[in-house]
């Protein structure tokens, strides 16, 4: 992995590791300022891709629609709830933010293969959400099963849509 895309990628999981451990203190400060600092560092124009501020912004509300609904549906209860009950903390928006900051990076590589994406989205997402609740920054409340197929189907359709539109955004049919 080149080194900027390692960056990238190092910068997602301090970012996932804030968010959580921030929520579960009830604190949104330091996924803020991790975030910050990343959207610092990928933003800058020695790192940015084109596209990537329109993603942040697809994404954020993506992953306020697909949380705010897990909420709504009584199927998880987040810690650090939002201001307004039922819908997606800050937190894990924040999260939403760094994911999209991925997409043309560390994950770029995945905007060619988009059935690998989906396959490995609907794998790895519910186990960030599980890895949160182990931590205790997320609370499972509804049928665990019901709540594992549609976080796992959400996110096999929402990754591949992500990637396919940070592609799209940038213009280009190869990848770097």
Not at 118 to 142: D, F, K, N
């Amino acid at each position: 992995m080149p080194r900027k895309q390692l960056i990238n990628f190092l910068w997602m999981q301090c970012l996932w590791f804030a968010a959580v451990i921030g929520a579960v203190s009830e604190l949104i400060w330091p996924a803020l300022a991790v975030l910050s600092l990343f959207m610092t560092w990928q933003l800058s124009p020695t790192h940015r891709s084109t596209g990537d501020f329109a993603l942040l912004l697809v994404a954020v509300l993506l992953g306020f629609i697909l949380d705010s609904t897990w909420i709504s549906l009584g199927w998880m209860q987040f810690a650090s709830p939002a201001p307004i009950p039922r819908l997606a903390p800050l937190w894990i928006l924040c999260l939403w933010m760094g994911l999209a900051l991925t997409l043309n990076h560390s994950l770029a590589f995945l905007q060619n293969r988009l059935w690998l994406a989906g396959l490995s989205a609907a794998i790895a997402s519910p186990l960030s959400y599980l890895g949160a609740e182990r931590l205790g920054a997320v609370q499972i409340t509804g049928n665990f099963y019901l709540w594992l197929f549609f976080i796992a189907l959400s996110w096999a359709i929402a990754m591949p849509l992500l990637l396919w539109l940070a592609k799209a955004l940038r213009g280009d049919h190869h990848l770097p």
